[in-house]
């Protein structure tokens, strides 16, 4: 695998199907373990996180069975392959601009990938599209049991799995989701959405993460603690609250359509034509521009767009995948001027291939 092939296509978490998948963009299940012989990644010098690399790269090879997983030495990878590895949700921001050995073993589907030498020694990560969370958990579970069968991870009987963070001491566990709530952002009930989460100890997050910001009204949202909970009262936890959430941005989208339909129409219209015909755009608006969109393809206020091209557009006109697709660096100015005329290229296709109608065919 070549990170520039992986640059034309969609990740996993925006192939755009699934359950639910018109609001829960992707489905994330992430295990953090250290190995018992070794000193935490910040305690570690170097010399020890390079025998921390080459005894997981030997153990978790084959792993994923039929999928073998690839390599990348991201230590020695330079910045713009880094940022698109962070793009494609396949290393964390940590891992990007960390020091020292660490690498990623990642599955040609994009589904898996394993980040060495983060914050913790190893972190297993299962990622699917649409609402899938408890087959997330399942999977990375059996990832996890055939990696415990070759090394020893550092297990207390009182606290569980021990990790660099005390907040992720117990079973490890990050189970997320990512969902896109334009509608509550438009209906002013975002807010009061999120501070219900946060008494129930559920974490809400931007698109990449910790310490992110939202973007394009994308929201990660997570369990917050893990010592004293199973893996399944996690779980649980989060299938309690998303549907909730989802009815709720499902109740405000047929409220703005009922209430307003016209003023929604054109806003979704606008935002089109915008990307449709700008010559210079940033790709803070391209995401606030393609949310709207979205929003009213689902909505069906837009009928010759379909989810999954609006989905590459989000990722593809990211800063390190667009300069992956022009096969060059670009700064400033220039990568928005060149952000907009992939979005025009892109879009124009629609109407070159869209059947023509009866009259057109006469």
């Known amino acids: 695998m070549d990170l520039n092939d992986l640059a034309p296509r969609n990740g996993e978490w925006l192939r755009g199907d699934g359950s639910d998948a018109d609001i829960v963009i992707s489905s994330r ?11 935490f990644c910040s305690r570690a010098d170097e010399a020890q996180r390079r025998d921390i690399e080459n005894k997981l790269r030997t153990s978790i090879g084959d792993v994923h069975g039929d999928q073998s997983l690839i390599f990348f030495d991201v230590g020695r990878l330079d910045d713009l392959d880094r940022q698109f590895l962070v793009e494609r ?13 660490r690498s990623v ?36 579970n059996k990832l996890d049991d055939l990696v415990e069968e070759r090394v020893t991870f550092a297990f207390s009987e ?22 896109h709530l334009p509608a509550l952002s438009m209906t002013k009930q975002i807010d009061r959405v999120f501070r219900a989460l946060q008494k129930i100890q559920l974490a809400v997050r931007g698109l990449y993460g910790e310490g992110s910001q939202a973007s394009g009204d994308f ?24 549907p909730t959430i989802v009815n709720y941005e499902r109740t405000a989208r047929r409220s703005l359509i009922k209430e307003n339909k016209q003023t929604l129409h054109d806003r979704v219209s606008r935002a089109y034509g915008i990307l449709q015909a ?24 837009i009928d010759d767009v379909r989810i999954d091209l609006i989905n590459d557009l989000f990722i593809h006109t990211q800063p390190a995948h667009l ?40």
Not at 29 to 39: C, H
Not at 89 to 101: D, F, K, N, T, Y
Not at 326 to 335: A, I, M, S, V, Y
């Open 278 to 301: 700008a010559q210079t755009i940033s790709s803070e608006e391209t995401m606030a521009l393609l949310s709207s969109v979205r929003m009213g393809v689902n909505l069906n206020l």
């Open 105 to 140: 073993a990642i599955a040609p589907r994009e589904d898996v990938s394993l980040m060495v030498n983060e914050e913790d020694h190893l972190r297993l990560q299962v990622l699917h599209s649409g609402y899938s969370v408890r087959q997330c958990w399942e999977t990375v």
């Open 219 to 242: 929201y990660q949202i997570s369990n917050n603690i893990t010592l004293g909970k199973t893996e399944d009262a996690i779980i649980s936890n989060i299938e309690v609250v998303v």
């Open 323 to 362: 300069q992956k697709l022009e096969g060059r660096p670009l700064e400033g100015e220039d990568r928005n001027i060149a952000r907009a005329s992939y979005l025009r290229k892109r879009l124009s296709e629609i109407h070159r291939t869209k059947p023509p109608t009866d009259s057109q065919a006469n």
């Open 29 to 39: 299940v992430r295990l953090a373990r250290n190995l018992a012989d070794f000193p």
């Open 89 to 101: 949700q396949l290393i964390s921001r940590e891992l990007a601009s960390g020091q020292g050995s």
């Open 158 to 179: 009182e606290f569980g799995y021990l990790t660099a963070c005390p907040t992720n001491v117990g079973t490890g566990m990050r189970a997320s989701v990512m969902l």
